[in-house]
């Protein structure tokens, strides 16, 4: 039976903590934090009328440091949370299993923390589910930085159907890549490596780099997005993507200086820049190499294999906190009036009244 008032959250452990940890000093974010996240998370969703959480357990921690503080009296009522009875291996397919039953569950949305490849995974399974996507990995374009207070609010208040306008919600973009006939997909970017293995899947040398096709690319962005965001900037709404061809800075028409991953500028060659229309299907110059998705090696091709990659325009839907929370105070979703009180507004009018008498 579906479930308009429960909510699942999706943490990811390992967020955060790849190889650009000791590449480029980027940032660790650890799980105290990340469990202090979910904390005010779930504070704003009982406060919002949410009655049910749904959570993944992990080996990495979270679920147990939050089964202890469940068990501390709150000041603020929290709703309660169920943790999934479910195999744990640890990766990737915790995850998708995880996300499978909160739709299952009939969660009215999904809050995720996690990076750009956190929010990959659980964009393949979460289907119409709307996602309330919060930033704690390495590179984050796709999730935002923002306090979990508020982003449990404006879930709650779409989770619960108080607001249901077409603007809490929107479509984005997304990328998708065939191998073969198996598919997969990016919510940012999807580049192609001349490399011949995964290895450590996160991408932060450039020198093996073939192309680059993004969804949207900001110029403030960090990661590979940034290189096209620099060149020719994309919004998240605009109607096309970018697809540029890269090439040795020496050799190529153009180099750009790029934040590739935290901490690390670098010039990347661009030989080329060409719009990427919805699709609108792209092959790879590339004989053989590495895909990444995302700013992470996944998928390895030889010559011979049939690789195409493609712009849609109807990707996973997300909740536009910021319109919510307006929605909200527009319609007075979060103020109550006490009518037992005197309005001192209408006793000054009254007030005044008088004494012109």
Known sequence: MHKTSAVGILANPAAGRDIRRLVAQASVFPLAEKCNMISRLLSALGAGGVDEVYMMPDAGGISRRLLRM??????????????????????AADTLLAVERMVEAGVGAIVVLGGDGTHRLVAQVCGDTPLTALST?????????????????ATALVATGQVTDDGATCSNKALR????????????????????????????????????????????????????GLIRPVSRRDHAGVRLDLAP????AM??????????????????????LPGERQTVCAPQGVIALDGEREIEFTDGDRVAVWLDDDGPRTID??????????????TSTDQTLSNPLQKGDSTDAAEQG
């Open 70 to 91: 469940l068990q501390t009296p709150s000041l603020q009522p929290r709703p309660p949370v169920t943790f999934f009875d479910m195999p744990v291996v640890d990766g």
């Open 137 to 153: 990995g390495t590179n984050n374009v796709f999730p935002a930085l923002r306090e979990a207070t508020i982003a449990g609010l």
């Open 177 to 228: 890549v065939s191998v073969n006939g198996t598919r997969d997909l990016a919510l940012v970017d999807i580049c192609v490596s001349t490399a011949l293995w995964t290895g450590s899947k996160a991408v932060w040398r450039v020198d093996s780099l073939s192309q680059l096709f993004v969804a949207f690319a900001e110029a403030d962005a960090v990661g590979l997005s940034s290189v096209a």
């Open 249 to 252: 800075p020496g050799e190529a």
């Open 255 to 276: 180099s750009v200086t790029a934040p590739i991953a935290p901490g690390l500028v670098v010039p990347v060659g661009v030989a080329a820049v060409h719009d990427l």
């Open 321 to 334: 906190v910021e319109r919510v929370m307006a929605r909200a105070a527009h319609s007075g979703l979060l």
